[in-house]
Nanobody, 123 residues
Framework: QVQLVEFGGGLVQAGGSLRLSCAAS????????MGWFRQAPGKEREFVAA????????YPADSVKGRFTVFRDMIVNTVYLQMTNLKPEDTASYYC????????????????WGQGTQVTVSS
């Protein structure tokens, strides 16, 4: 099994930056894809970005392309979401997820989920 723990959420003003972390433990060798999702109150869960663990290739959502960057540190089994030029619309609970296969934007394709970390962007 795989356990995921997110860190780094907080309150930031519009235009600011935050970096979220997702630390993986357990049978991390089984992970092929790691992704980030977010869910705002009253809205459906939204895909943010994914990264292929082995080669670091990324697949960002159009809504965050150019502002958010996903990358990983293989030494400490951690995936990061670097968020810049944050907007109030980015306010949500952010979740990291891991999949055993090569997957993308569909949440039901992921096998493991973190507990979430809250990001609030004020105007």
């Amino acid at each position: 099994q795989v356990q995921l723990v997110e860190f780094g959420g907080g309150l930031v003003q519009a235009g600011g930056s935050l970096r979220l972390s997702c630390a993986a433990s357990g049978r991390t060798s089984s992970i092929y894809t790691m992704g980030w999702f977010r869910q705002a109150p009253g809205k459906e869960r939204e895909f943010v970005a994914a990264i292929m663990w082995s080669d670091g290739s990324t697949y960002p959502a159009d809504s965050v392309k150019g502002r958010f960057t996903v990358f990983r540190d293989m030494i400490v089994n951690t995936v990061y979401l670097q968020m810049t030029n944050l907007k109030p619309e980015d306010t949500a609970s952010y979740y990291c997820a891991a999949a055993r296969g090569r997957v993308g934007a569909r949440g039901n394709d992921y096998d493991y989920w973190g507990q979430g970390t809250q990001v609030t962007v004020s105007s």
